[in-house]
């Protein structure tokens, strides 16, 4: 009886996983844009036309987690720390830290309660982390930019055009 819970607490799991990350699931806002697109004579020009341009927000059982302004936000830090996750995926990350410090808090504290105070630490620390790595890379950039400058005005100054001396 002992496996046959773990193997559905298992399969519960793994199901909620593929669900939240968006597995295999067709949105229904791309289905009715690809059918505006097939059908050009029913597109509404008052309303703007057509758009291919979709709004990142984080949608979880049609309820949105994340907006649209906040998941662009998170995009460019991101991408200026270097890392290549999605907003789901680094939505997910936040969440995963904060319900592991909240877990480790419950079984090493002697108050219970002070342990749920640990997830908002969790989620914030993530946030930290990319905040520091996107310091890291500029602090790395800003150090190159001048020696790169130098050997680029020495390109120009010895008679090479712009893209010769980049």
Do not use: H
């Not at 079984?107 to 946030?127: D, E, K, M, T």
Request: net charge positive.
């Amino acid at each position: 009886m002992m496996i046959f819970a773990a193997l559905c607490g298992g399969a519960f799991a793994f199901t909620m996983v593929l669900w939240a990350t968006g597995f295999g699931s067709i949105s229904v806002e791309a289905s009715a844009r690809l059918g505006r697109l097939r059908n050009p004579t029913e597109v509404n020009v008052a309303a703007g036309g057509p758009s291919l341009r979709k709004r990142g927000a984080v949608r979880l059982g049609g309820i949105n987690l994340i907006s649209g302004g906040m998941a662009a936000k998170w995009v460019t830090d991101l991408e200026r720390a270097g890392l290549s996750l999605k907003v789901r995926e680094y939505l997910i990350l936040r969440v995963v830290v904060g319900i592991v410090l909240t877990a480790l808090g419950l079984s090493f504290s002697p108050i219970p309660q002070l342990a749920f105070l640990l997830f908002p630490v969790g989620f914030l620390a993530v946030g930290f982390w990319v905040k520091r790595r996107m310091g890291s890379r500029r602090r790395k950039l800003e150090a190159q930019l001048v020696e790169m400058l130098q050997m680029l005005s020495s390109g120009l100054r010895a008679g090479f055009g712009l893209i010769q001396s980049l």
